[in-house]
């Protein structure tokens, strides 16, 4: 989990994190290892150096998401057993934004650390966060209930079960308006900008492909695969920051579902493509 999280910090469009952007849609794909030769090959398509590629290959090392493997003795990568499972909740979140339902149930984490463990709590906060949940108090965190099972799994992770309660309710009753209690209990503006951002660097994209071909209607091309890749890096913080929240606890002006779509249509557009590009270059 905390290869994960650190891994999350890695600044969208960065050396490291176009890797794992490559390594989550394409590596399990093509059978759980890809060449070093080829990993770099795809790198070179997004326009960095073989030396920059190789350094962020090290670093993914050092996470424990992949591991230096050969195969009929040609060097390669294959994801690790951890990250294998990581990548599977990531492609559950990325490729099937949460929106909750007016009438969704929430989930209410109650929890007690002590000093001496102020580290574990502070994990505790960090990983919580990282999966959407707001802070109602220090020691009290809401979210959908939908994301109770993640957070079951980070306590039991963190061996912090016994110190932590989990309820399940209805809307919560607040003083003020709904909208207000969400703004105090989540980092809103944040997420809006994560999204209006999106929106400015991918929007004329969307509009340039076709469903089945490149940008240009014409086969699949680096220009496409780098397109793609360049997109779901900037995209897949999102939907883990984003708590899918219901239109009543949001602004007026919330562009989240105006990035959930620009997303929907770049996929229509680029992901056949790109995915043929990736097999041209294994065959190559």
């Known amino acids: 989990m905390s290869a994960v999280l650190d891994d999350m910090d890695s600044r969208p469009g960065s050396t490291t994190s176009l890797l794992r952007t490559v390594i989550g849609l394409y590596l ?17 398509a997004l ?5 920059v590629s190789r350094t962020a290959l090290s670093r993914l090392k050092k996470k424990e998401i992949v591991l230096p493997q050969l195969r009929h003795g040609v060097p390669g990568f294959a994801v690790t057993e951890g990250a294998a499972a990581m990548l599977a909740r990531g492609d559950r979140r990325i490729f099937n934004p949460r929106l909750m339902s007016p009438a969704g149930r929430w989930c209410l984490v109650s929890f007690s650390i002590p000093e001496t463990e102020r580290e574990k709590r502070h994990q505790l906060r960090r990983r919580l966060h990282w999966i959407g949940c707001g802070t109602v108090a220090a020691g009290l965190w809401i979210c959908p209930d939908s994301l109770r099972e993640e957070v079951e799994e980070i306590l039991e992770d963190l061996e912090l079960r016994g110190m932590a309660t989990v309820f ?3 809307t919560p009753l ?30 004329s994209a969307a509009d340039a492909g ?34 899918g929240l219901p239109a009543e606890f949001l602004p007026e002006d919330w562009p989240g579902m105006a990035g959930i779509a620009l997303f929907e249509r770049l996929g229509s557009a680029y992901a056949k493509p790109s995915a043929e590009f990736v097999r041209r270059t294994l065959e190559g």
């Open 28 to 44: 399990r794909d093509a059978g759980g290892w890809m060449s070093t030769r080829h990993i770099i090959a795809l790198m070179e």
């Open 210 to 243: 076709g469903p089945d071909n490149g940008p240009d209607g014409g086969p699949a091309t680096a220009t496409t695969f780098a397109r793609y890749v360049r997109s779901i890096d900037r995209w897949r913080i999102i939907p883990y920051l984003d708590p």
């Open 47 to 51: 326009g960095l150096s073989v030396a």
């Open 174 to 203: 607040v003083g003020g308006s709904l909208r207000e209690a969400a703004s105090a209990w989540w980092d809103l503006d944040t997420v809006a900008e994560l999204h209006r951002d999106f929106i400015l660097h991918h929007g």
């Open 168 to 170: 399940v309710t209805d």
